[in-house]
């Protein structure tokens, strides 16, 4: 196990790269795309935001409606929506870039955490090919919960939120996609809405100003919209302050943006320990793990595409054999570029016949707040009218029907956040499928 854990570590210089060229790429194309802000420097607890989630409108232009990647990706600014590139990191750098870590705003919200009841894990260091160096670690004690070095989610640290890695629902397919929103993704988002699909969209805070109107999107559809840090980085191998900011800046730009504050969240490539996760529950975050991978990120670079598409086909039959008899499985799958949304599109409707349920990580474990903003609210899985994918298809409904205003005064239930991350150890044949999943090549 700890071998392997090792190889596959071993990949993340590749994907680190990967991102890095995209990030690049991206950066240049839209870092005139930052509009003016009015948003002062908010509480740190309640970042700031103009637009009201449950009325988000989104213009009809051409890179909100056409298929052709070139016209979606030219950058645009939102009229009302005003980011002031002074008060955030700069785009795709860590977030304490841009002065952010001496602002009042950070120091304040740096201030207010009791640092002495941090885990005490080091700050890890990357390999030179941009892997972690797993040197000097106990991996088989695994002292700090380091889930790159065990794929362990469940705290030894107190106080500290355990991550939630399946969907509790039996049969059921935890629909994620990490790394949006993409400039490119408006075939994508028409396809899951005309398919009555709802997922976890993991947003980068840096796509999230980069392409304001693909965040409303997710939001408005319907998806659930969690952070996935400012710059993807390997978390464990940043400082406190450069944690706390990387989610902290993810959840302002999301909530300036949207309206919503997640509290919910992925580290970038898995790596979270105590000491990252102490941070995040600071913060109200819980780490979204997986239980299986489809490593579909690198498909057609460093793994072949059809051992891509193999992968989604195996998991396409544990659908029906029985894998997921007594609970479900949360899978990685990536928004990053037209490669994976491509395979998302051409498994989607297979993935929907062999499953009893394919649901957002928020519904399939009925997390019914998964904001800050008790205004937004997901319906509970089996609730009448829940958005399962035969109750939705059933239903007709629209878009949006998978976030609903909360009844005035109502409060949602206090246990059903936890009823994910509560949860005991995971069983060795699920530890086993992680593992199959991620070594797989
Ligand atoms: C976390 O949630 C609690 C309870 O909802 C709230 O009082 C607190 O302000 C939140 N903290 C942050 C940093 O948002
Ligand atoms: C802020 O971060 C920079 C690196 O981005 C670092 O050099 C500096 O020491 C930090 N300042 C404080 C007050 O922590
Ligand atoms: C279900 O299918 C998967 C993928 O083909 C396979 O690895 C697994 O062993 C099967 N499980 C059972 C119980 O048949
Ligand atoms: C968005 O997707 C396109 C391909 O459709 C890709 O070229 C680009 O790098 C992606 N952008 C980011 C920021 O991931
Ligand atoms: C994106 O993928 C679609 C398949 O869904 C393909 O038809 C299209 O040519 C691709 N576009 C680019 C720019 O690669
Ligand atoms: C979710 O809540 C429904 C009732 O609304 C219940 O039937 C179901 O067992 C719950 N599922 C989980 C995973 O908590
Ligand atoms: C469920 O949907 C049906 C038909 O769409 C509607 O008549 C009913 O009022 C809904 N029930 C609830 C509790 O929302
Ligand atoms: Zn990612």
Redesign the pocket.
Same mark, same amino acid.
């Given at each position: 196990m700890y071998w392997k854990s090792v190889v596959a570590i071993t990949t993340l210089a590749a994907a680190v790269q990967a991102v890095e060229k995209?990030?690049a =790429? =991206?950066a240049a194309k839209s870092s005139s795309a930052a509009p003016k802000s009015t948003a002062a420097a908010a509480a740190p607890s309640t970042p700031s935001s103009a637009t009201n989630p449950l009325a988000i409108t989104i213009p009809s232009i051409p890179q909100t409606t056409s298929y052709d990647?070139t016209v979606e /990706?030219q950058s645009y600014t939102v009229p009302g929506l005003t980011i002031d590139p002074k008060e955030w990191p700069t785009i795709w750098e860590t977030a304490t870039s841009n002065g952010m870590n001496t602002s009042a705003e950070f120091t304040q919200l740096y201030n207010s955490i009791d640092w002495t009841k941090a885990p005490a894990a080091p700050v890890r260091k990357a390999t030179a090919a941009g892997g972690l160096d797993f040197a000097g670690y106990d991996a088989n004690n695994d002292p700090d919960c380091w889930w790159s070095s065990s794929l362990c989610t469940i705290p030894k640290a107190k106080d500290v939120n355990a991550d939630i890695y399946r969907c509790e629902e039996p049969e059921t397919w935890g629909l994620t996609y990490d +790394?949006g929103p &993409? /400039? =490119?993704h408006n075939a994508f988002m028409d396809f899951l809405q005309q398919q009555n699909l709802k997922a976890s969209m993991f947003y980068i805070g840096s &796509?999230v100003l980069d392409w304001p109107y693909g965040a409303m999107r997710g939001l408005k559809d319907g998806h659930h919209i969690a952070d996935h840090t400012w710059s993807h980085q390997l978390m464990t191998t940043l400082t406190n302050q450069e944690v706390l900011a990387e989610l902290y800046y993810t959840q302002k730009a999301i909530k300036l943006v949207t309206g919503v504050t997640p509290k919910y969240w992925r580290p970038a490539f898995g790596d979270v320990d105590d000491r990252v996760r102490y941070i995040a529950t600071q913060l109200n975050l819980t780490a979204v793990i997986w239980n299986l991978d489809t490593d579909d990120w690198a498909a057609g670079n460093s793994v072949p595409e059809n051992t891509v598409e193999q992968t989604y086909q195996d998991f396409i039959t544990m659908g029906t054999n029985g894998t997921f008899a007594t609970s479900g499985n949360i899978v990685l799958t990536h928004e990053? +570029? &037209?490669t994976t949304m491509a395979l998302a599109m051409k498994y989607l409707p297979q993935i929907k016949q062999a499953y009893k349920n394919v649901l957002d990580v928020a519904t399939c474990n009925n997390i019914t707040q998964p904001y800050m903003e008790s205004a937004v609210t997901v319906t509970p899985f089996g609730a009448a009218n829940a958005s399962t994918s035969a109750g939705a298809a059933a239903s007709g409904a629209s878009g949006a029907s998978g976030v609903a205003p909360a009844a005035s005064g109502s409060a949602a239930p206090s246990s059903s956040a936890k009823s994910g991350a509560s949860s005991l150890t995971a069983p060795a044949s699920l530890l086993a499928l992680v593992a199959l999943a991620v070594f797989a090549q």
């Open positions: 995209k990030a =790429s =991206s990647p /990706c +790394d &993409n /400039c =490119s &796509n990053i +570029d &037209n």
